[in-house]
Structure formats: structure tokens, C-alpha cells
């Protein structure tokens, strides 16, 4: 079975320039979480889709969006890029919603870098 | 505030024993888990406790103690491959999000 994939694994984006990133839940998942995750600290929970609705948003700008499809993968969006952004982005997909995140698995996360 | 503390760094030596330290404030979160992750690797699921008490998988055991807002990881007979590091997280009580602490960096050496 394939675990969280996420894609692209590194990617290189310059100030003010827009990036997407892409990941697909386990099969059979249906809530996706995203978090960012910058060298040193631990990750930072971002939005959390359960059911193509959004579940959750934390203290993120509006530079930061994303959406679930209907097959249940998701796009993290950010606008704007600023040289903070640089960071590991993580998916973490779960058999169920925000009514109880009893296990989250991660996918590897992209590493997006910001010049 | 949600904060939850650990020590940044932590080393020992092969085959010791090494306890993990997790502080979080008691209003905020519902359960407590407790992720490995290697550099450069996504986190892996090692334990989730929600009542109190120690929960024992193998070489690893966890406790938690919700009154005092405390959770331990503890890592038995220490492998060159437990070297990683170990996020402690909590599930926040509003909306069952994780919150997660900095990380502690453990160091096995020969």
C-alpha cells in the first residue's frame, strides 16, 4: 500500500513568485492536514480538509490557501513568496476528520526554498 | 497559550537508557503523542496516550500525567538508529489539531 505522497520533493521558487504543492492521502483517507515545518522547530499546523471542507486553519496569512478534490489529494497554494516561507511542508493524512485525529500519518514533505 | 516544552538536545550511549521530557499547559489539549523523525524523513507514528499512566510498545514506552501537564518518551536499550528526532504533540482540545513542540534531537553514541 502507498503511504502519503507528496510531490514535488524540492523546489526552488524566487521572492514574489507562486508555488503549489501537491499530496495524496492514503487510500481510504479522507482528511488531509498541512503543516510547515522550518529548521529546527517542530511543524506548525496550517489547514486540516476533511471532506473537501476546510476543518481548521491556523495562524497562517491569507498568502497561504489550500483544497481538497474530490478523489481526496489536496494543493497547499502560497502567494507572494517571502524568503520565511522557505521550510519543509508536510501532509498528514487520517481515517477521520476533526473529530478525533488519533493517528495522522505524514507523507516525506516537499522541501520548497525561497531566493 | 498552547506551548509545550522539551529539551532541545539530549545524548547517550548505545544499549543506555534515555528519558524524553515533555511539559505542555493542562487546559489546552485532550491526548499526547509522541513522533520519531529522522533528518530529512517525515515523522513516524510512536505512541499516543490520552489517559494516565505509562503505555509500553517494545523498547519504547511513554507516559503522561494530564493533572501535571507532563509526558515522558522513554527509549530503552538505545540502537545507532534511535539517533533522531523526537516531537512531542498535543491534541488540542477545540478542534483535535496537533500542536507540536520543537523537538528534542537524541544522540546515540558507540
Known amino acids: 500500500d502507498a503511504g502519503v505522497t507528496q510531490s514535488p520533493t524540492h523546489l526552488i521558487k524566487t521572492r514574489g513568485q507562486h508555488v503549489t504543492l501537491r499530496c495524496s492521502p492514503i487510500s481510504g483517507h479522507k482528511s488531509v492536514s498541512w503543516y510547515q515545518q522550518v529548521l529546527g522547530q517542530g511543524p506548525q499546523f496550517i489547514f486540516q480538509y476533511y471532506e473537501k471542507e476546510e476543518r481548521g486553519r491556523g495562524n497562517f496569512p491569507d498568502r497561504f490557501s489550500a483544497r481538497q478534490f474530490p478523489n481526496y489529494s489536496s494543493e497547499l497554494n502560497v502567494n507572494a513568496l517571502l524568503l520565511g516561507d522557505s521550510a519543509l511542508y508536510l501532509c498528514a493524512s487520517s481515517l477521520f476528520g476533526p473529530w478525533g485525529d488519533t493517528e495522522a500519518f505524514f507523507g516525506q514533505g516537499t522541501r520548497l526554498t525561497v531566493v | 497559550g498552547q506551548n509545550i516544552d522539551q529539551p532541545t538536545e539530549m545524548t547517550a550511549t548505545e544499549g543506555a537508557i534515555v528519558q524524553i521530557n515533555c511539559t505542555y499547559q493542562t487546559s ?39 493533572s501535571k501537564g507532563y509526558s515522558y518518551l522513554l527509549l530503552k536499550e538505545l540502537q545507532m538508529k534511535d539517533s533522531a528526532s523526537y516531537l512531542c504533540a498535543g491534541e488540542r482540545t477545540n478542534d483535535y489539531k496537533l500542536s507540536f513542540g520543537a523537538g528534542t534531537t537524541v544522540t546515540v553514541r558507540a
Do not use: C, I
Open chain 2, 28 to 66: 489546552g489539549f485532550n491526548g499526547l503523542f509522541w513522533y520519531q523523525q529522522h533528518a530529512g524523513e517525515a515523522p513516524t507514528f510512536l505512541s499516543y496516550n490520552v489517559l494516565d499512566g505509562l503505555e509500553e510498545k517494545g523498547r519504547f514506552s511513554s507516559f503522561l500525567s494530564r
